[in-house]
């Protein structure tokens, strides 16, 4: 393992604050509960996540840049600011356009002005009022609690960002539908990879039982069980974990 100088363990201590900072804290979206953690391996992490309230409903995106540390935290920097922008300037645009248009950037980004390698699994969804959820890009898959116990596994469909500069043919939307308690997570790859030290991965499986489990506590104590059994497994996992875990009330529902 290498050594950090003094200068750069300063370094990466400033990257972790700034990237603490901009994570969404409690986020008011009506008709929604929220629950979020991201538990970077490093001191500073490639894991991203936001959740964007909008008018009518709110915008969620999760990320994870390959590799950790600090060139995978400035990329995950570049695709908040990024992610922000677009939204708030177009908040009733496709998902699949904004997602296009974010790897534009990351292309021109990483590849040539850094002159990297790194590419992005990333998935961006919106969510509207009637329960509706959009969503495009390559990410993990989507777990979905439904309220009689039943677990969906939605695959997204989509490929990685900043690997070629053009990604519209391989772009895809997936349109679903989320009702009255149901409960929805997403999450990074450092959750199901998380080792025990013999081999043996924490696993999707694993996970979604835990969801559906715990699926009638709130998104909070739902994150804790998972966080608390991942942490059991694996001390000290490898890879930036991170979990988004949203309960719908359907608000907006019958009106």
Same mark, same amino acid.
């Given at each position: /393992? ?7 363990? %300063? ?16 986020? *008011? ?7 979020? %953690? /991201?538990? $970077? ?8 996540? *936001? &959740? &964007? ?10 990320? *994870? ?5 600090? @060139? ?7 695709? %908040? ?11 009733? +645009?496709?998902?699949? !356009? ?6 534009? +950037? ?14 992005? #699994? ?6 509207? $009022? ?7 890009? @390559? ?10 116990? #039943?677990?969906?596994? &939605? ?13 519209? *043919? ?9 009702? $009255?308690?149901?409960? /929805?997570?997403?999450?990074? !790859? ?19 039982? =835990? ?13 804790? +069980? ?10 000290? $996992?490898? !890879? !930036?974990?991170?979990? =988004? &875990? ?8 019958? #009106?």
């Amino acid at each position: /393992m290498a050594i950090l100088t003094e200068s750069a363990r %300063q370094e990466n201590e400033i990257a972790s604050r700034v990237q603490a900072s901009i994570l969404p804290g409690e986020v *008011d979206v009506e008709g929604l509960a929220i629950a979020a %953690q /991201m538990l $970077p391996a490093e001191v500073v992490g490639g894991d991203y996540y *936001d &959740i &964007i309230p909008v008018e009518d409903g709110c915008w969620l995106a999760i990320g *994870d840049v390959a590799g950790h540390g600090l @060139a995978a935290g400035v990329i995950m920097l570049m695709i %908040q600011s990024a992610v922000q922008s677009l939204v708030r300037l177009a908040p009733q +645009a496709s998902p699949r !356009d904004l997602v296009c248009a974010l790897n534009g +950037a990351l292309y021109e980004n990483i590849r040539k002005r850094m002159k990297r390698d790194e590419h992005v #699994t990333f998935c961006l969804a919106r969510y509207t $009022p009637d329960g509706g959820l959009v969503f495009a890009g @390559a990410h993990e898959n989507i777990l979905i609690c439904r309220e009689n116990g #039943t677990c969906d596994n &939605i695959p997204p469909q989509g490929t990685w960002l900043g690997a070629m500069e053009d990604v519209r *043919d391989a772009t895809t939307e997936t349109t679903i539908q989320v009702g $009255p308690g149901d409960l /929805m997570l997403l999450f990074s !790859d450092g959750v199901i990879e998380a080792d025990d030290g013999q081999g043996r991965r924490f696993g999707l499986d694993r996970l979604r039982t =835990l969801l559906v489990a715990n699926r009638e506590r709130s998104p909070q104590d739902v994150r804790n +069980a998972i966080m608390e059994a991942l942490l059991r497994w694996s001390e000290r $996992p490898d !890879d !930036d974990v991170t979990l =988004l &875990i949203i309960r719908c009330h359907g608000v907006y529902w019958g #009106t």
